[in-house]
């Protein structure tokens, strides 16, 4: 737009610019040259989970309703009620300023008393 039109629109997105070079670690410069690398890598085909192995977490089958079944179903309702939950999207973790995988990022415990 030329000088003093959408004057409003260019402080809105001024504004956010400035917030995201704030808020992010290292700032946008840092957010550009992490993305540039991040393209270049997918580019040359470089694998971001190379060394990671999938694996399928032990558990227990229990089948519905059976005594086991109702059983396990109150305990989980009862942990469940003391338990947080946050969904992780998926991608890298470039924006957190964590270099690799979101679901790698370390995860706090915290009890409830």
């Not at 917030?19 to 040259?33: R, W």
Request: proline share 4%; hydrophobic share 35%; charged share 25%.
């Amino acid at each position: 737009p030329s000088l003093r039109e959408k004057d409003v629109e260019k402080h809105k997105l001024l504004e956010q610019i400035i917030q995201c070079d704030e808020n992010y670690p290292g700032g946008l410069e840092t957010y550009v040259t992490k993305a540039k690398k991040l393209l270049k890598d997918s580019q040359n085909n470089v694998n971001p989970f190379e060394g990671f192995v999938p694996n399928i977490a032990s558990g227990e089958s229990v089948i519905f309703g059976t005594e086991k079944f109702e059983e396990m179903e109150m305990l989980g309702l009862e942990m469940a009620s003391k338990t947080a939950f946050v969904l992780v999207a998926g991608g890298l973790g470039e924006r957190l300023g964590f270099n690799g995988i979101k679901v790698t990022l370390r995860r706090f415990h915290f009890q409830i008393r």
